[in-house]
């Protein structure tokens, strides 16, 4: 299928709104994407053609929303290249996905085990194992940045050890668009026995990741991060890491039998997914994997670097203004600053023009703290914006840097 931006855009509602007045610039695509009509209709078929509870009921509609549900495991299963669908596990999303992790090595860490983080991250794979260190007496280490937003990887070797039990890294910096060199660091890790968790909650929108081919342990993301709602995520691990880790929640739906003297759990991925899950969210899910990949991840890359590349020149034109992430290696994320000028003014000012971006620490304080900034405007784009959006950001930036100076 021919990349056709206008054509794509006619499968957004939401894009043909204005805000303020003016048509919706929407250029805050790391905090959550737009959702095509397709993964709408997939939400509205499930409420009003099949709702039902799943894996319980013998009833034809349990049955049929059963299905869609493990369709959609299996579509998932399928655009990540992972082996089994067991190894699939449904979460709310990136936070729970990763906490589900954090809680479970618990039982397998030791006073004075280390584990590594890198300087890049969200709070939600900081705070996790701040948690979880303070719970078992490891000790955290963190890989450093550099001014270009990449991670130090000699720093890595010398940080890692007989020690380290395991490392947690995201795939793509959402607040710099930095993209992490996964590969190496993996091998590097799994050279001295540490398990890696890579957090993609950025990264599953710009690119499709092969886990069996990188050989990751964990693998999380967030569906509304790639055109999908809000409230569902997955976690993937091998099969024997979720063999290894103990149940997170207890409830329904997770048990094999329950006495009152014993509970024994179900197979994977049932033994992680208690309660009655996002039904809609999961079906929802694969309608959003199966939107992306008609229209093709190449395309998409191909056309988010158009942006990046055309946003990047034009921004870099205005005086005063500095972009922070300038890695060989970015996703269509442009994080910036006017001098003596607070972004919050400036993100202000763009909402006034209809123009969405994220303003402040964007979750990623250390970032703005290696920077020595309170925070950032972050412009961050999908393969649904155009050039001429690109071209309203930087007449909007130049009107608010006149308003404000
Ligand atoms: N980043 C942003 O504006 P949840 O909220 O669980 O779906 O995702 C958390 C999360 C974890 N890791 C990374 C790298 C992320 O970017 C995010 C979410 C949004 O940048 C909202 S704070």
């Not at 204005?18 to 905090?31: H, T």
């Not at 929303?65 to 299996?74: K, L, M, S, V």
């Not at 930095?178 to 909650?201: C, Q």
């Amino acid at each position: 299928m021919a990349f056709n931006v206008s054509d794509i855009r006619k499968d957004f509602p939401i894009l043909q709104r204005e805000v303020n007045g003016k048509p919706l610039v929407y250029l805050d695509n790391a905090a959550t994407t737009q959702k095509p009509r397709q993964v709408i209709n997939s939400i509205v078929d499930y409420y009003s053609g099949y709702n039902a509870n799943i894996h319980r009921g013998v009833h034809t509609l349990s049955q049929e929303a059963t299905d869609a549900y493990e369709a959609a495991r299996g579509i998932i299963q399928q655009h990540f290249n992972v082996e089994k669908p067991s190894e699939v596990i449904f979460t709310s999303g990136t936070t729970h996905s990763i906490n589900l992790v954090a809680n479970g090595f618990e039982s397998i860490l030791q006073t004075g085990d280390e584990i590594v983080v890198s300087a890049l991250e969200h709070h939600s794979n900081i705070v996790p194992w701040q948690m979880l260190c303070e719970r078992t007496g490891a000790i955290l280490k963190v890989i450093p940045m550099n001014e270009e937003g990449e991670l130090v990887l000699p720093e890595f070797k010398n940080i890692l050890s007989a020690r380290t039990k395991l490392v947690f890294v995201n795939h793509i910096s959402n607040a710099l668009g930095t993209i992490n060199p996964i590969e190496e660091i993996i091998a590097m890790a799994h050279e001295k026995g540490a398990a890696v968790l890579i957090d993609g909650a950025q990264a599953c929108c710009h690119l499709k990741p092969d886990l069996q081919k990188l050989d990751v342990d964990f693998y999380t993301t967030s569906a509304h991060k790639m055109c999908g709602p809000t409230g569902v995520g997955i976690l993937y691990g091998k099969e024997a890491w979720l063999q290894k880790l103990p149940p997170y929640q207890g409830g329904g739906e997770m048990i094999s039998e329950v006495t009152f003297e014993k509970t024994t759990y179900a197979e994977l991925p049932h033994k992680f997914e208690a309660g009655t899950p996002n039904i809609a969210g999961g079906i929802a899910f694969g309608a959003a994997i199966d939107y992306l990949n008609a229209i093709g991840f190449e395309q998409i890359e191909k056309h988010e670097n158009e942006l990046l590349f055309y946003a990047t020149k034009e921004l870099l034109k205005i005086d005063g203004l500095r972009i922070y992430g300038t890695a060989a290696r970015k996703t269509s994320v442009i994080s910036f600053n006017l001098s003596g000028i607070h972004p919050y003014d400036v993100g202000t000012i763009l909402d006034k023009m209809g123009i969405a971006v994220r303003t402040g620490h964007h979750c990623a304080q250390p970032i703005m703290d290696y920077y020595k900034i309170p925070g950032t405007v972050r412009a961050s784009f999908a393969f649904y914006n155009t050039l001429e959006e690109v071209n309203r950001l930087v007449d909007g930036v130049k009107k608010a840097k006149l308003m404000l100076s």
